[in-house]
């Protein structure tokens, strides 16, 4: 049975989060009208094409007339300017929500433009995949997934339940959390695995004496895994590290430190610590799976959790 939660839901953003968030709304029959905004024309074409929603604006701050629901899927650079554009013509009691994967800045950048009478609650749907635009959504992204919220002071709770029920029809489990907190734990769980990765991958394109072809040719299943990440947005990476700076260079800071250590073992033949270290890390794969994070196939599970993905 299909429960309406909102009666209009605007959709700023149209990509891989914003359009999956559009497939669930619409099979789930949670809003009788859903408007999608994008400042780009073609993709907007193509979110009618692909029938995400039923109107389609280049626009805004006209999406969001009589919106009770709106969802900012933004690169998190481009937050501050989506909330002065949406703040005149927010519908008092509404709720506006995004899916930055960084909170703090998010918050100190759209806050300021929110009106008072309406909610603003910061959220952000741990899930997705590298790749991007409207055509890269599916049914189910967040079936299974951690969606964190993350309320600023004075967040009427009927509104936070209302917005929780939401995610909860999507399938997501959903968390509570600090926004300087949020940060630091996604900087270890998220930042930091997406920037060494653009580095590992970014390091073997510069090596002399490994051909492109080589790389490619002979490329095992971790680099290649690395190269899925290094895949992901440009423009989304570049603001994250932009955004939550402190939290990735204390991250990196850490890392940088356990890997002189690694260096050492390995240098001094210390066969000890490095069995120690390969032992303590491999429980953390098992306790994600575990979690329900993850399953223990192949190609790190993704064939499991993505329907678009090709078959091995």
């Keep these: 049975m299909k429960t309406?939660?909102?009666?209009?839901?605007?959709?700023?953003?149209?990509g891989l989060i914003g359009s999956s968030i559009a497939r669930d709304i619409k099979a789930l029959g949670l809003a009788n009208e859903v408007i999608i905004s994008s400042r780009s024309r073609e993709t907007l074409r193509r979110a009618e094409q692909l029938k995400l929603g039923h109107t389609y604006v280049t626009s805004a701050t006209e999406a969001v007339v009589d919106a009770d629901l709106t969802i900012v899927s933004v690169p998190v650079g481009a937050s501050e300017t989506i909330a002065k554009q949406i703040s005149e013509?927010?519908?008092?009691?509404?709720?506006?929500?995004?899916?930055?994967?960084?909170?703090?800045?998010?918050?100190?950048?759209?806050?300021?433009?929110?009106?008072?009478?309406?909610?603003?609650?910061?959220?952000?749907?741990?899930?997705?995949?590298?790749?991007?635009?409207?055509?890269?959504?599916?049914?189910?992204?967040?079936?299974?997934?951690?969606?964190?919220?993350?309320?600023?002071?004075?967040?009427?709770?009927?509104?936070?339940s209302k917005l929780k029920v939401f995610w909860w029809a999507l399938g997501s489990k959903v968390d509570e959390m600090d926004p300087e907190h949020h940060d630091k734990?996604?900087?270890?769980?998220?930042?930091?695995?997406?920037?060494?990765?653009?580095?590992?991958?970014?390091?073997?394109?510069?090596?002399?004496?490994?051909?492109?072809?080589?790389?490619?040719?002979?490329?095992?299943?971790?680099?290649?895994?690395?190269?899925?990440?290094?895949?992901?947005?440009?423009?989304?990476?570049?603001?994250?590290?932009?955004h939550n700076k402190d939290a990735i260079l204390e991250m990196l800071a850490r890392f940088s430190e356990d890997l002189a250590y690694l260096q050492r073992?390995?240098?001094?033949?210390?066969?000890?610590?490095?069995?120690?270290?390969?032992?303590?890390?491999?429980?953390?794969?098992?306790?994600?799976?575990?979690a329900g994070q993850d399953v223990n196939v192949p190609d790190f599970g993704r064939h499991a959790f993505d329907p678009k993905a090709p078959k091995a």
């Excluded at 309406?4 to 149209?14: Q, S």
């Excluded at 033949?269 to 799976?289: N, V, Y």
């Design 185 to 242: 734990v996604l900087a270890i769980v998220s930042h930091l695995p997406h920037i060494i990765a653009y580095n590992i991958v970014g390091t073997a394109d510069d090596l002399e004496t490994v051909t492109e072809s080589e790389v490619i040719k002979y490329s095992a299943s971790g680099f290649r895994d690395f190269t899925r990440l290094a895949a992901s947005d440009p423009t989304m990476w570049r603001d994250v590290c932009l």
């Design 265 to 290: 073992a390995i240098r001094w033949g210390e066969g000890d610590k490095l069995f120690e270290l390969f032992t303590r890390t491999r429980a953390i794969r098992h306790s994600i799976i575990e």
């Design 89 to 160: 013509t927010l519908k008092p009691g509404s709720i506006v929500t995004d899916v930055g994967s960084t909170k703090a800045s998010v918050i100190s950048q759209m806050l300021p433009h929110i009106p008072a009478d309406v909610h603003f609650i910061p959220g952000h749907p741990l899930a997705g995949t590298e790749k991007s635009g409207p055509d890269a959504g599916f049914e189910g992204l967040f079936k299974g997934r951690w969606c964190i919220l993350t309320p600023v002071e004075g967040t009427d709770p009927d509104a936070l």
């Design 4 to 14: 309406v939660l909102f009666n209009k839901i605007a959709l700023i953003g149209i």
